[in-house]
């Protein structure tokens, strides 16, 4: 029997160093494999056995394909080393993903993985995470020279949270013709020291990549601050011909209430062609003099996640989001988290607006809640939606906002008229709305022809027990509803 692919996705547990060993020794045995993935994850494998287990696959002279998880393994930089050493002889991996997490490698094991992989010269793909495992810059500069090498190389994942990286000068100039071959980077930063300077130099290095398609950047808890951040987002734009982007930079001590010098039409950017944009900033402060991020709501977005809570967003800079926003008129997927800041209905309105203006819209995802909004806001939007007549998908969260029996009578009677909704959820936790406007809402859904999936969070134990009854008969009675939950409650039918 010729065995070509080895996999296991569950970790056998309390795996020793000889027992690896000894998978590693059947493996060595067939010559004609081409593909491991083996998840061994918290065992005690250590140095030994893992030096052992990469030095038996290296004889496996057709392998392509390496896929191995040696997390929580008690693994330091000697053995880093011998693993490093056994890469250099699988000169045919095409695909290496390699997870260390929580080890001990530190810089010189870092190194000496690097040289492995360098020579890996036929790489396409590669995923090293490295997280928890006291890495610090001259590691990741180490590396960096070393991958220079990966001339063919098209996908890169680095996993470094929770290290020490200040700098992460990973790429100087890139001399080799790495820079043209890299199209997908996904580099996870987050719970290190980076600093201001650290954000520029990253984003200095991304601009190098001219066919740079894909970028995933998740710097949250650290210290880059308001000039690490805009700098970053400028290079960011250079990236010309870029498709997709998440940005992660929740919790970084921006404070764009700081700096008058910066502003949002300081540079037009050169990534016109972006289709899909995550941007994360939770636990920063934006206003709207500075309103990060804006710039790269292009026209061309299809997709597009904003997530700008406890922000403390204030009127204008919400008005400032609702003018770039309305240059996003090809949007078919829009979630937008506002939660717990500090505007109002005068906002609110104009962000209705806007977004009802965009016809195409498939999904529509609103946290709304912990801000000053009630029935005004609501009332703009339930109107103006009818116009996004293949909406299939609403969410729709008003937790602790001023919304009243009102707004939820309009928001009911709106519901009855989007034809092509399938996917319902809404929040109603500690709002002042009556028995009777869930009443209403359930008579309502009952409208909604292709209605398949409802869920609702509401202040139920303060509702009457008859309300509660004819909530739920009323549900029932509607045919294609196939499944809903109060308050996390799947409900039966």
Not at 313 to 329: A, P
Request: hydrophobic share 40%.
């Amino acid at each position: 029997m010729i065995i070509q692919t080895v996999r296991t996705h569950q970790s056998p547990q309390k795996l020793s160093k000889i027992q690896a060993s000894l998978i590693s020794k059947g493996l060595q045995s067939c010559k004609n494999l081409q593909s491991v993935s083996l998840n061994l994850s918290t065992n005690k494998i250590n140095d030994e056995g893992a030096a052992q287990f990469f030095e038996h696959v290296s004889d496996c002279s057709l392998l392509s394909s390496l896929d191995i998880n040696f997390s929580y393994n008690g693994i330091t930089k000697q053995g880093a080393q011998r693993m490093g050493n056994a890469l250099k002889k699988c000169q045919n991996l095409f695909i290496i993903h390699l997870k260390l997490v929580k080890n001990l490698i530190q810089d010189d094991g870092l190194n000496e993985l690097a040289q492995g992989i360098s020579n890996c010269q036929h790489l396409k793909i590669l995923s090293l995470y490295l997280n928890d495992n006291e890495i610090r810059d001259q590691g990741v500069q180490q590396l960096g020279k070393q991958l220079e090498k990966n001339i063919n190389l098209d996908q890169l994942t680095l996993g470094f949270s929770f290290n020490f990286i200040t700098k992460f000068a990973l790429f100087g100039q890139v001399q080799s013709n790495l820079s043209s071959s890299l199209q997908k980077i996904t580099i996870e930063l987050s719970k290190n020291k980076l600093d201001q300077q650290g954000a520029v130099n990253l984003g200095i290095s991304l601009i190098q990549f001219s066919n740079l398609t894909d970028l995933t950047l998740d710097l949250r808890q650290n210290e880059i601050k308001i000039e690490g951040a805009h700098h970053l987002i400028m290079c960011v734009q250079k990236c010309s011909n870029l498709l997709n982007l998440s940005l992660i930079l929740m919790n970084n001590e921006i404070n764009s209430n700081c700096d008058n010098s910066l502003n949002n039409n300081e540079q037009a950017s050169y990534c016109c062609n972006l289709q899909s944009l995550f941007l994360e900033f939770w636990y920063n402060q934006i206003c709207s003099q500075y309103f990060l991020g804006l710039n790269l709501l292009l026209p061309s977005l299809k997709k597009l996640n904003l997530s700008y809570s406890e922000c403390q967003i204030r009127d204008d800079g919400i008005i400032s989001l609702s003018q770039k926003l309305s240059q996003c008129q090809q949007l078919k997927d829009l979630c937008l988290n506002l939660y717990s800041n500090n505007f109002s209905d005068i906002s609110g309105q104009a962000l209705s607006t806007v977004i009802s203006s965009i016809k195409d819209l498939r999904s529509l995802v609103l946290y709304l809640n912990l801000n000053k909004i009630g029935d005004e806001t609501i009332n703009f939007l339930a109107f103006q939606l009818i116009q996004c007549a293949d909406l299939n998908k609403f969410q729709l969260n008003l937790q602790k906002t001023l919304i009243s029996d009102v707004g939820i009578q309009n928001l009911s009677n709106s519901i009855t008229q989007f034809r092509n909704l399938r996917t319902l959820s809404i929040g109603l936790m500690e709002t002042n709305i009556s028995d009777n406007s869930i009443t209403n809402l359930s008579y309502s859904l009952q409208k909604c022809a292709n209605l398949s999936i409802f869920y609702i969070e509401v202040m139920w134990l303060k509702l009457s027990p008859e309300c509660k009854k004819k909530f739920v008969k009323q549900l029932k009675k509607a045919y294609k509803l196939v499944d809903f939950k109060i308050n996390n409650q799947r409900i039966r039918q």
